[in-house]
């Protein structure tokens, strides 16, 4: 069943005048965007009269995206939401209240949206809101009834994970680059299965070595690596627009 968010009371509150900026990014969207459209969009995903209350959809969709503004597995997102205090203002939480189980937020992007298009529809639709608001400004998105940007650019799933794998890497590199000597050989052949293996075996090494896999800049990077090679493969890719055309705004520019 979907319980409505409501601000719960808390002696503690004010801390968030005095710890979150008045500018700060996820402030000024919480207060700005109305996020009640995300109940209409997964109100078929809920039974409304059997079991117990859910968490609230709206907090759990927020969760998704702090992780993808921040680049975070879900471990690591509910972790920070347990200490950044602008994470719990913009969840809703008050500042003693504690956070959800991770698997709770696994289960709810893989059971309740099941169909990667709802989610895209709900980010984009957040992105259009904050736009109009005037809290993310760009030049760079631009619609109108003459064309849209097709599916065709879209990272594959193997570019996620040699994108993941690269910052991970990075981020050993950071506090001991000699330990490049023992990482596995990249692999460039074009196959994802080949590129999984890849990461297995990067992953593995890495947490074999407590010290550096205990690095948060690490252990972050690890996380989120682990949880996509986990993760349905398939869900991550999006299917290529086999009808996109070639269309040009200008004689040097061209768009799919």
Not at 6 to 16: G, N, R
Not at 66 to 77: G, Q
Not at 80 to 103: A, H, N
Not at 239 to 244: G, L, Q
Request: glycine share 2%; proline share 3%.
């Amino acid at each position: 069943m979907i319980q409505h968010q409501q601000l719960a009371f808390s002696e503690y509150t004010k801390l968030y005048d005095m710890i979150v900026p008045k500018n700060n990014m996820l402030r000024k969207m919480n207060e700005l965007v109305d996020f009640s459209f995300v109940y209409d969009e997964l109100k078929n995903k809920y039974c409304h009269d059997n079991g117990r209350n859910a968490i609230d959809p709206i907090r759990m969709f927020k969760y998704l995206l702090l992780k993808v503004i921040y680049k975070l597995s879900d471990v690591d997102v509910v972790e920070r939401s347990r200490y950044d205090m602008s994470f719990k203002y913009f969840l809703g939480m008050t500042p003693e209240e504690c956070v959800i189980e991770p698997s709770s937020l696994t289960k709810f992007r893989k059971l309740r949206l099941k169909d990667m298009n709802l989610l895209d529809l709900l980010i984009s639709k957040t992105v259009y809101i904050a736009i109009e608001n005037k809290i993310i400004k760009s030049k760079s998105i631009i619609v109108d009834a003459t064309h849209s940007k097709s599916r065709y650019n879209q990272k594959t799933p193997r570019e996620i994970l040699m994108e993941y794998s690269k910052e991970l890497r990075k981020a050993v590199y950071s506090i001991d680059e000699s330990l490049k000597e023992s990482f596995p050989k990249k692999v460039d052949n074009g196959i994802l299965e080949d590129e999984i293996e890849y990461c297995k075996k990067l992953i593995e090494i890495i947490n074999k070595n407590e010290l550096i896999s205990s690095y948060p800049v690490v252990r972050e990077k690890l996380n989120l690596l682990e949880e996509t090679v986990d993760d349905d493969i398939e869900k991550l890719k999006l299917s290529k627009d086999d009808d996109a055309k070639v269309g040009h705004k200008t004689y040097d520019t061209s768009f799919f």
